[in-house]
């Protein structure tokens, strides 16, 4: 069978394109997440809020966490920190970026210290997860105390966007075994019960 010109252009331009669309250097990120949250003072006077504004990216299952630290004009801001719930390892390793003096991955989220002066604000502050988001906590300490430190705890204080994972595959797994010998002894009496 003899092909047309046209028609192997329009067959080598269909590959070419299903193939991009299945590449994932070619998948389109996408914003789901993105706002600004309040993290409140100790003192709970309204002009010595830090602010955070916040993106969470999708690229194909792999989140892109940002948050810029917005000082207030009373105080300056020397670390910011958002909680996991102890989950650490919801952090890609290696992606935690920014930070003045560097950051650190502990285990209940991650620390960055930075030197932010009144009324300045922070570069950006990232970090990568596999896990989607849901809302956390976020914390800043700096000086002077008060209006430090700062947390979405305190009354007016706002929650941010953090990877905590749902309960895992080994944890369902396992009460669903735990759950079988009870099921299953149910019937046992039954049986017994019949041959009688």
């Not at 028609?7 to 394109?17: K, M």
């Not at 914003?31 to 194909?60: F, H």
């Not at 966490?65 to 910011?80: E, H």
């Not at 994972?165 to 049986?191: D, Y």
Request: charged fraction near 10%; charge should be negative.
């Amino acid at each position: 069978m003899k092909m047309q010109p046209t028609t192997l252009i329009v067959s080598i331009t269909g590959a070419i394109l299903l193939s991009g669309l299945f590449s994932p250097s070619a998948q389109a990120q996408t914003v789901i997440s993105n706002g600004t949250a309040t993290l409140a003072s100790v003192d709970n006077v309204t002009a010595d809020e830090v602010s955070v504004a916040y993106t969470v990216t999708d690229n194909s299952g792999l989140y892109t966490y940002d948050y810029i630290v917005q000082a207030p004009n009373s105080a300056s801001v020397s670390s910011f920190n958002v909680g996991f719930d102890g989950e650490s390892y919801t952090v890609v390793p290696g992606s935690v970026n920014g930070g003045t003096f560097g950051q650190e991955v502990t285990g209940i989220g991650v620390d960055w210290l930075v030197s932010i002066p009144a009324g300045g604000h922070s570069g950006t502050l990232s970090f990568e997860s596999y896990e989607a988001p849901t809302v956390g906590n976020g914390n800043a300490n700096g000086n002077p105390s008060p209006p430090a430190p700062w947390a979405s705890t305190y009354p007016g204080g706002e929650h941010l966007p953090v990877p905590i994972p749902e309960p895992g595959t080994t944890s369902l797994l396992a009460m669903a075994l735990l759950a079988l010998p009870l099921r299953f002894r149910g019937h046992k009496i039954e049986l017994n019960r019949k041959r009688n």
